[in-house]
């Protein structure tokens, strides 16, 4: 069976810098815009611009509102809005059906996306004008006889939240019940917010029945039984997938390449140099209007690109090539991946380009495996435990409860491709690791032809 053939240096460092480029240079789309709404429309602008289409000029001094939840599936709004504007208060009093208009047109986006809502009543009384009206389908049975309401609940690819939109909203459980998860102010079955917490998608509200010992707990336990589908999807797509690809690739390189001591360390490793720097050029030459502001592909590609310029450099110099060792290119990489890790999707400009720099970081553990295959160490634990580092590191920037929107899965198919790239990339750092075990070759000379 004949052997695989490493590819040419020219070759590999090509594939290197196109395969790295690409991984991180492709941002994820901007996904379809979903339009942003508050909580209760009619307590904020959905009223003002309601009653700017009925001809009153008003906006809203203060508002609250009161939510009654059922047990089917419904809930009941009561509305409190106080306008700025005195006259407008009066002609809604003196004009019922002015004022059921206003209050029907003031529901606005929200409630256009499936919501089944229905307007009860609407009239002035103490200086206010108030609302009543119910939604369905807002509440649905969770496990150990639990509710949760699913009212604040973004829907990525129609509406996400902004605020509440009043300035103190309460919601009331059923008869019998606590609130066993929530935000604002928990008392019994009552909640009371003035703010809408920044949570991915929107915040849950359980219920549970009264009681219930440890009800934190069981209004955690609802909220992941509830999520279990969403959480499967992202866990295959975001997790499973891409670290497959990239476990797999490895194993299969070890399989096909087979350790490369005979290559020359120094000119293997001053081509793998070489192509670390045009990455790192490449990508300042792409970047270069946005060098004084750094952004998330500006330090991506610095920070993988110098990665096999660092290495290169260090199996090309004889002094520095002797220091390696199986461990030490894994601390490398350990701590390459702790400063990712320290700075975050914040420091990268987002999940993706963090994910990208984690597979950069995990480079000098390839080189590691190639060495220990070289060396007849044990290179299935380096293996293993390079399959741990990527799959804890997928897992920890996932999105596992994310709804997600049209585009959502463009997020995974882009990690996938990240996967075969880093798989490329692994090709010339596990030769560099297998080349830095051999001795440097000794400069030919011309044989000596022997004179009669």
């Keep these: 069976m004949s052997r695989f053939r490493p590819p040419s240096l020219r070759t590999a460092v090509a594939l290197v810098i196109a395969a790295l480029l690409v991984a991180g240079g492709v941002a994820v789309p901007a996904l379809a815009s979903p339009a942003p709404v508050s909580a209760c429309p009619p307590c904020d602008d959905g009223f003002v611009q309601a009653a700017a289409e009925h001809g009153l000029e008003t906006a809203v001094a203060e508002s609250e509102a009161t939510v009654r939840v059922h047990r089917n599936d419904s809930a009941t709004w009561r509305v409190r809005v106080v306008p700025t504007d005195e006259s407008a208060l009066n002609r809604l009093a003196e004009n019922e059906s ?35 009206y119910r939604t369905s389908g807002v509440v649905e049975e969770g496990p150990l006889g639990t509710s949760l309401l699913t009212y604040f609940r973004d829907d990525p690819g129609a509406y996400i939240y902004t605020d509440l939109g009043a300035d103190e909203l309460t919601v009331v459980g059923p008869e019998g019940t606590t609130v066993a998860r929530g935000f604002g102010e928990i008392d019994g079955r009552r909640m009371t917010a003035t703010a809408l917490p920044d ?46 690809v990239a476990v797999g690739g490895l194993i299969a390189l ?37 060098l004084l502001g750094v952004t998330g592909n500006l330090l991506l590609g610095v920070a993988v690109g110098t990665v096999p310029l660092g290495l290169g450099a260090a199996v090309a110099v004889p002094a520095a090539r002797r220091t390696l060792s199986v461990r030490r290119l894994l601390g490398v990489s350990v701590v390459l991946g702790a400063l990712v890790a320290a700075g975050g999707a914040r420091a990268f400009g987002g999940d993706l380009h963090a994910t990208l720099a984690l597979g950069g970081a995990l480079l000098p553990a390839v080189a ?64 560099l690791g297998g080349a830095s075990v051999g001795p440097d070759r000794p400069a030919s000379t011309p044989e000596r032809r022997t004179t009669a």
Aim: proline share 5%; hydrophobic share 55%; aromatic share 6%.
């Design 368 to 431: 590691a495996l190639g060495r220990a295959d070289a060396s007849g160490s044990d290179g299935t634990r380096t293996v293993v435990v390079l399959a741990v580092a990527l799959f804890v590191a997928l897992l920890a920037l996932a999105p596992l409860t994310a709804l997600g929107g049209t585009l959502f899965l463009i997020g995974p198919v882009l990690l996938t491709l990240a996967a075969v790239a880093f798989v490329v990339a692994a090709v010339p750092l596990y030769l």
């Design 199 to 244: 949570v991915r998608d929107g915040p849950f509200v359980v219920f549970a029945p009264a009681g219930t010992p440890a009800p934190g707990l069981v209004g955690g336990l609802a909220v992941l039984g509830t999520l279990a589908g969403v959480v499967a999807r992202n866990l295959l797509a975001f997790v499973l997938v891409p670290g497959g």
């Design 98 to 132: 002015l004022a059921r208009a206003v209050a029907g047109d003031s529901f606005g986006v929200r409630y256009g996306g499936g919501i089944d809502h229905r307007l009860l009543a609407a009239d002035v009384r103490d200086g206010a004008f108030l609302i009543r």
């Design 254 to 290: 070890r399989r096909i390449a087979g350790p490369a001591r005979d290559r020359d360390p120094r000119r293997l490793g001053a081509g793998v140099a070489v192509g670390g720097a045009a990455v790192v050029v490449a990508t300042v030459v792409a970047e270069g209007d946005a």
